[in-house]
């Protein structure tokens, strides 16, 4: 329970929402627990009304008296018997409510016939039926819509946390558990804030306002039908310590599936292009089988519950009538029909309420289970934050890297070692190197997606740590070497880093990145849908939608990941062309494996396992016979076999 504490500050939120339900509810209990009153006395009034018939009817068939009894002796234990009668319907009706003491008062009082008698009671039964659902459904309103909000309310601050959590915290969780928890563990919880909380204090109303006036109308009987509850409260007890660890144990299973069946829809192109649907499928059913027989056998547990329910209030049923009958025959504790008829109904009444402890204490159990997922992710504090006062700078493009080192925290890999590097305002900067040399990793730290574990990067003599978040990554234009298109229109993905649409500058962006002649021919141009990480384009036409999708900013640093690995020498000549009237006045840093050999940058930096290894202009680098000047021959050989 101490997980669910959590969502405490929900209730407190909807706090009047959730105090109007539970009076709601309370109200709703009062006027059905009114009902086995009413049955009661209408119960006693027929006995009565039979008992007085039969009486008439031997007096009509033996009207001489016995011999040596008196009439008025007979007169006299008439009235006596009568007078003893009206103390004990007295008596029975001051442990009634007082509405019910009332009603009764006013039926007295009127002496209806008793007919109209009866189905003034059975009008009355019906009301109190409809007053009683008529709360019941506003208790309804107001619980389990707050109990929407709640969810949604939560949700919305998971996705927030999400967005929040720095890239390290990504590549160590999948993103099917990701949805697992937002989906599958939000909603476990929704039904603690609804139905659960609903039920339990219904529950809770309706046993207080039951077992009030079964021991006010008779409480040694209401302590021999009581007695299986205690029974029933240890089952609970134990049953629910063994459902509580298997519904954490089931949770994660069902991430785990969750997170095979994303994988697969995600991948669905390599798994046909390797013919491994056959192996996936084996895989996702074993993953399926290990949460089903868990499942079952959580259903198993759960199914102790409502056989136990319906053996416990058959036996208080039993024990109602069997001893309210035995203490009837034989004129004792002063129980009659009616007392008989209220104890069967307030059991019945009890069936519900106590048949769902187990449904709500499985609920909570579950919810509490979700909640701790939840509050692993929400309790995690992202690697990357802001500081207490950040500095609202507007970039220049003056960066230095000064004696950076960085080791990536989940594989334990030196990316960077010493790398210390200046690039000033309008340069353009390429930096070139052997896959996992370090290149992309120095676009990571400039973007602050990590910290560097020594040295520190500046920008325009601010340091990075010491900046607003949000407002450096807004300045600078970034397009990944693993390039991410949304499941949206083209003009949709383009715009994507603009506060507002801007049509103009989406177009001018895409000339740029030359994919508006290409653009311009699709069926619906820029309005095209672009499927899920822009599966119906190729290769080629991704990277230069995600270029324009960084262009479009108009930033005064620009950084390119490897981008035009997709595309021919043609378009890449073309590209270049384009970048080089753009990037006239802004800071550029390219990173590539490829050399590019038709802009005159003004600096190109080698790295090799983590270290500058050389740096000059492209000519200066030839000058110098080394790694350069072989990726350059290597590249160069390439282009002649093309």
């Not at 350069?628 to 076999?641: C, G, I, P, R, S």
């Amino acid at each position: 329970m101490k997980h669910l504490q959590a969502v405490n500050k929900y209730f407190w939120r909807y706090r009047w929402r959730f105090l109007l339900g539970l009076i709601f509810i309370i109200l709703s209990n009062y006027f059905r627990i009114l009902t086995p009153q009413v049955t009661g006395y209408v119960v006693n009034s027929v006995e009565k009304e039979i008992r007085d018939s039969v009486a008439g009817k031997k007096t009509a068939q033996n009207p001489t008296l016995p011999k040596g009894i008196p009439s008025e002796d007979i007169t006299s234990n008439s009235r006596t018997a009568d007078s003893h009668r009206s103390t004990q319907d007295t008596k029975d009706t001051a442990n009634y409510d007082i509405l019910v003491k009332k009603f009764i008062r006013g039926m007295d009082k009127a002496k209806p016939s008793f007919g109209a008698k009866v189905a003034i009671c059975g009008i009355t039964l019906l009301l109190l039926a409809l007053i009683g659902g008529f709360f019941m459904f506003l208790m309804r309103q107001t619980i389990i819509v707050m109990s929407r909000h709640i969810e949604y309310d939560q949700k919305k601050a998971i996705y927030d946390h999400y967005q929040l959590l720095d890239a390290n915290f990504y590549k160590v969780h999948s993103t099917g558990d990701l949805m697992s928890r937002m989906a599958e563990d939000v909603s476990r919880v929704r039904m603690y804030t609804g139905p659960a909380v609903m039920y339990l204090v219904n529950l809770l109303a309706t046993i207080a306002f039951s077992l009030f006036f079964m021991l006010r109308k008779d409480p040694l009987l209401s302590l021999y039908v009581l007695t299986p509850l205690p029974i029933l409260a240890i089952t609970i007890y134990y049953v629910n310590n063994i459902i509580h660890k298997r519904s954490e144990h089931i949770q994660a299973l069902l991430s785990n599936l969750t997170t095979n069946a994303q994988e697969s829809y995600s991948g669905i192109r390599v798994i046909k292009s390797f013919v491994q649907e056959k192996a996936m499928l084996h895989f996702f059913s074993h993953n399926s089988e290990e949460y089903r027989k868990n499942a079952v056998g959580l259903a198993k547990v759960e199914s102790i519950y409502f056989p136990s329910m319906g053996l416990m209030i058959g036996l208080s049923t039993l024990l109602a009538i069997m001893i309210g009958g035995l203490y009837t025959i034989y004129g004792r504790h002063s129980t009659d029909l009616g007392t008989i008829t209220e104890f069967v109904i307030y059991i019945t009444m009890l069936t519900f309420p106590v048949s769902a402890i187990g449904w709500v204490a499985s609920i909570i159990q579950r919810a509490s289970a979700s909640q701790k997922r939840l509050n692993e992710f929400l309790d995690t504090v992202p690697g990357i934050r802001n500081p207490p006062a950040p500095a609202a700078h507007r970039l220049q493009g003056n960066i230095s890297f000064e004696h950076v080192d960085f080791i990536y925290p989940n594989t334990g890999i030196h990316a960077l070692k010493d790398f210390h590097l200046d690039v000033r305002r309008g340069e353009k900067v390429v930096i070139i190197g052997r896959t996992g040399s370090g290149k992309t990793t120095v676009a990571q730290l400039l973007l602050r997606m990590y910290d560097p574990g020594k040295g520190r990067i500046l920008i325009d003599g601010v340091d990075l740590r010491q900046m607003d978040l949000q407002d450096l990554r807004r300045q600078i234009s970034y397009t990944p070497q693993d390039t991410f298109l949304f499941s949206d229109t083209v003009m949709g993905n383009i715009q994507f880093g603009l506060e507002g649409p801007d049509e103009e500058k989406v177009r001018r962006a895409a000339r740029y990145a030359s994919v508006d002649k290409e653009i311009e021919g699709f069926a619906a141009k820029y309005d095209t849908m672009i499927g899920e990480r822009g599966v119906t384009l190729s290769g080629g036409q991704k990277q230069r939608i995600s270029i324009a999708r960084s262009l479009v900013k108009d930033p005064e640093i620009v950084v390119f990941d490897d981008c035009l690995s997709a595309v021919d020498a043609k378009t890449e000549k073309e590209i270049l062309e384009n970048l080089h009237q753009y990037l006239q006045h802004k800071t550029a840093i390219i990173i590539t494996h490829r050399i590019f050999s038709l802009v005159g940058f003004d600096r190109i930096i080698v790295l090799e396992e983590g270290r500058i290894v050389e740096t000059g202009t492209h000519q200066e680098l030839l000058a110098l016979n080394g790694y350069y000047t072989y990726l350059y021959e290597q590249q160069q050989q390439e282009n002649v076999q093309e």
